[in-house]
């Protein structure tokens, strides 16, 4: 069997190679995007409406996280509690339908996010804490902040209560969006009345592309260039298999 590429398919390989560099749309390396804020929050435990410090805040200001990504396992200060308790444990209601959503700060072509999910330590009783995991939500995006597009429901891994949990990388995406909405659906506990939050969130994407060409324009482009090679190099002296001038 005859392995040799011919010019024309060695052109087609390397076009191609190159357009998925280049030309096709969310192939741009995908890197932390910082500044990202709570743009709004349905409850949450702060110093100023109960006895803890689990503000929303805490997801992305990067408390509790080390120099290499592991996350601590006392909450307050570093954690996000959502008021989903019976009775209410500040001195507005139980939230039965606790959304927490995040600004980007403008819009991005979203690839994925790591998560570490609600990783508080066992009390002195061996109360699971961690059962206040997010373990279903539903997750949709929006570029103004009002019409969001729902992109389905998601199950994030139950966080180990340990000082050295590196959270989980949730992926793929291909979204532009500058905001990001989390309506949670259940905890670990099963019982949303137990308690339900996370420790941090990194979003990784890249800058929105103002006039990045569709795959099928690509495509076109591609399939259209190599059709010009091949009725100019058919028109030349040169031979398909040495490709030197014929003497």
Known sequence: MNLTLTWYQKAFAGLLFTSQLFIWPGRVEASPISGVTIYVVSSELTSSNSIYDRA??????GS?????????????????????????????????GPT?????????????????????FRDLNGVPYTERSIRSVDISTSNDGASYANLGAFLFSQAPGTSDYLGELVSPFNVTAQFVRFNILSNYANDMTFGVGLSEIQFFGSSSPTSAPEPSTSLLFVTGLISLLIKKHSKGPWSHAS????G
């Not at 929303?56 to 200001?61: K, Q, R, S, T």
């Not at 959503?101 to 508080?120: A, M, P």
């Not at 490709?243 to 014929?246: F, I, S, V």
């Open 243 to 246: 490709r030197m001038p014929q």
């Open 100 to 120: 927490i959503t995040f600004n980007l700060g403008s819009k991005y072509v979203l690839n994925s996010f790591r998560v570490w999910n609600f990783n508080s």
């Open 64 to 96: 509790g996280l080390d120099a290499i990504g592991r996350h601590t396992n006392l909450p307050d200060g570093t954690m996000w509690d959502a008021n989903t308790f019976i009775p209410s444990l500040t001195n507005g209601p139980t939230d039965i």
């Open 56 to 61: 929303a805040i805490h997801v992305v200001d």
